[in-house]
T-cell receptor, first 114, second 108 residues
Framework: DADVTQTPRNRITKTGKRIMLECSQT?????MYWYRQDPGLGLRLIYY???????NKGEISDGYSVSRQAQAKFSLSLESAIPNQTALYFC?????????????FGPGTRLTVL | GIQVEQSPPDLILQEGANSTLRCNFS?????LQWFHQNPWGQLINLFY???GTKQNGRLSATTVATERYSLLYISSSQTTDSGVYFC??????????FGSGTKLNVKP
């Protein structure tokens, strides 16, 4: 089984709809991240969480919210989706301390907002 | 945040050729990773290499942290090497910053 899973893998929605993307991990890591990738660009950080009670905004948090339901689960919500939020969304985790800083990514969710 | 520049932005190779991809970063880092994004969008970890040199088969990477750059070497390229290669850096185990990637096309 994959260490970092994302659901759904693909989603088409309409402008104004609320949508939630979910991420689960079995690596036992405290740190989790949400990124978006636009065509031809690198990944940009939306939100990150260092533990269940610690959530921080990234570079592009406007229009998004997150929930860290448990150490293993980190959800991203678009309260009212708009077309320019069409992108590929990735969840990632990493551990802490020497030798445990490698970041691991989920398979991505391709979101289209019409 | 830390600025990350990757070069070249695009690279076309004939199968069997060698290549070097470069990643420059603007500040001190203690975390650096190279990823390969395949045509299906999946991000594959290649190297975790905040300093030094590592090799894995036909791929190797070198990071010179004091001079703020990292190099990814691909030898004897294959068509399956095609995709986008990303460098990501971070400091003190916090946020990671990605470059815009190098898009590699290996032709048979």
């Amino acid at each position: 089984d994959a260490d970092v899973t994302q659901t759904p893998r693909n989603r088409i929605t309409k402008t104004g709809k609320r949508i939630m993307l979910e991420c689960s991990q079995t690596k036992g890591h405290d740190r989790m991240y949400w990124y978006r990738q636009d065509p031809g660009l690198g990944l940009r950080l939306i939100y990150y969480s260092f533990d269940v009670k610690d959530i921080n905004k990234g570079e592009i948090s406007d229009g998004y919210s997150v929930s860290r339901q448990a150490q293993a689960k980190f959800s991203l919500s678009l309260e009212s989706a708009i077309p320019n939020q069409t992108a590929l969304y990735f969840c990632a985790t990493n551990g802490q301390g020497a030798g445990a800083n490698e970041q691991f990514f989920g398979p991505g969710t391709r979101l289209t907002v019409l | 945040g830390i600025q990350v520049e990757q070069s070249p932005p695009d690279l076309i190779l004939q199968e069997g050729a060698n290549s070097t991809l470069r990643c420059n970063f603007s500040d001190s880092v203690n975390n650096l990773q190279w990823f390969h994004q395949n045509p299906w969008g999946q991000l594959i970890n290649l190297f975790y290499i905040p300093s030094g040199t590592k090799q894995n088969g036909r791929l190797s990477a070198t990071t010179v942290a004091t001079e703020r750059y990292s190099l990814l070497y691909i030898s004897s390229s294959q068509t399956t090497d095609s995709g986008v290669y990303f460098c990501a850096v971070g400091y003190n185990f916090n946020k990671f910053y990605f470059g815009s990637g190098t898009k590699l096309n290996v032709k048979p």
